[in-house]
């Protein structure tokens, strides 16, 4: 079955440092890859997706992130953090096609703490 | 604009009794709906799926069962609640369009305690 790890569980970081969350997935056919996060006391909300292209994929609030098929990995990068980005981070992935509907299966989140 | 609902926001039950989570989504039509629920330490694990009224897919045998009653209307039920069933309950909607990507919208999740 398809699977995702996320090998970091807790971050802390001081503002303005640089960041990168970890995402693995096993399946080895077409995915679609998506970051989440949920701010404190917010809804879930979707940060960015990959479907297909130019691998490195921009999010909103300046986040990226990149495909790397050779690795299974969708890594979340962000060059300078800021207090606001204080949230848990979930990667996700759908196999097969990026339309209609989809079941994603979701890593066990990142809780990222950033300090002032 | 669409909005989604859940209640309650918590919830601590014993164990063996009822279960009946609510969820409703306003502002669509036709959507795909999805039960989530994350335990501790895991990931979210969708639970339930639906692509219409009375139209349910389970993803994991387990002592829970979904129902949707109406068009944008989806049940979490238990009749006997287990520990195990303790969790973060999470429902999403998707508009329910072909050849198009339906990104997952949502909500605010249920904490059950069982005790």
């Known amino acids: 079955a398809q699977s995702v790890s996320q090998h970091n569980h807790h971050v802390i970081l001081s503002e303005a440092a640089s960041l990168e969350l970890g995402c693995n997935y096993s399946?080895?056919?077409?995915?679609?890859l998506f970051w989440y996060v949920q701010y404190p006391g917010q809804h879930l909300q979707l940060l960015l997706k990959?479907?297909?292209?130019?691998?490195l994929v921009k999010g909103i609030k300046g986040f990226e992130a990149e495909f790397i098929k050779s690795k299974f990995s969708f890594n979340l990068r962000k060059p300078s953090v800021q207090w606001s980005d204080t949230a848990e981070y979930f990667c996700?992935?759908?196999?097969?096609?990026?339309?209609?509907?989809?079941?994603?299966?979701f890593g066990t989140g990142t809780r990222l703490l950033v300090s002032p | 604009s669409q909005t989604i609902h859940q209640w309650p926001a918590t919830l601590v039950q014993p164990v063996g009794s009822p279960l009946s989570l609510e969820c409703t989504v306003e502002?669509?039509?036709?959507?795909?709906l999805y039960w989530y629920r994350q335990a501790a330490g895991r990931g979210l694990q969708l639970l339930f799926y639906?692509?219409?009224?009375?139209?349910i897919s389970s993803e994991v045998p387990q002592n829970l069962s979904a129902s949707r009653p109406q068009d944008r209307q989806f049940i979490l039920s238990s009749k006997k609640l287990l520990l195990s069933d303790s969790g973060f309950y999470l429902c999403?909607?998707?508009?329910?369009?072909?050849?198009?990507?339906?990104?997952?919208?949502f909500g605010p999740g249920t904490r059950l305690t069982v005790l």
């Open positions: 999403a909607w998707s508009a329910g369009l072909t050849g198009t990507y339906n990104e997952q919208f």
């Open positions: 399946y080895g056919g077409t995915v679609n």
């Open positions: 990959y479907f297909s292209g130019d691998p």
């Open positions: 996700a992935v759908n196999e097969g096609a990026a339309t209609g509907f989809q079941k994603l299966v």
């Open positions: 502002g669509t039509s036709n959507p795909n």
């Open positions: 639906s692509v219409g009224i009375g139209q």
